[in-house]
């Protein structure tokens, strides 16, 4: 599996530790920066990944921020992108379940390293369900995108 990761200055420490433990799982993991703390917008970095996800280069994206939830809101501006923050394995395992969710935001001030390794597997190993109500729905959000002017 492909994964392109990024974070912005708030993010960069927990981004580190993520990209550590997916080297040694034997993930492939692109880097999109940032690597220090020298502040950039997290809406560059958000859109670099997001496009690489969304475009079908790389298989699935982490955005890290100091919450997540400028990330994940950036992210699922592009078009095929299902950006879910999450802050618990549980909601890691709903969002790939129930909503195919292919890009992960995590937020470094609001979780703890151990719980973010703990959810970055689960996310990573849970498939989608494929159930009819959640494909139904998915089509319905592809809809939404070329409606209001994504691609789909």
Not at 83 to 88: G, K, R, S
Not at 89 to 99: D, F, I, L, Q, T
Not at 119 to 130: A, D, G, P, R, Y
């Amino acid at each position: 599996m492909k994964i392109a990761i990024g974070s912005d200055h708030a993010g960069y420490q927990l981004k580190d530790i993520v990209v550590n433990y997916l080297k040694e799982q034997q993930y492939e993991v692109v880097n999109f920066g940032v690597d220090n703390s020298t502040v950039v917008d997290y809406t560059d970095i958000a859109i670099k990944v997001a496009e690489a996800v969304g475009s079908g280069e790389y298989d699935r994206g982490i955005l890290i921020c100091g919450s997540g939830i400028g990330m994940s809101i950036a992210a699922n501006k592009i078009p095929g992108v299902r950006a879910a923050l999450c802050t618990d394995p549980y909601c890691a395992r709903m969002s790939r379940e129930h909503n195919d969710a292919n890009i992960l935001a995590l937020g470094e001030r609001v979780i703890g390293r151990g719980i973010a390794i703990d959810i970055v597997q689960t996310w990573l190993s849970t498939e989608f369900s494929n159930g009819e109500r959640h494909v139904y729905r998915l089509g319905q959000i592809a809809d939404l995108e070329k409606r209001y002017g994504g691609k789909g």
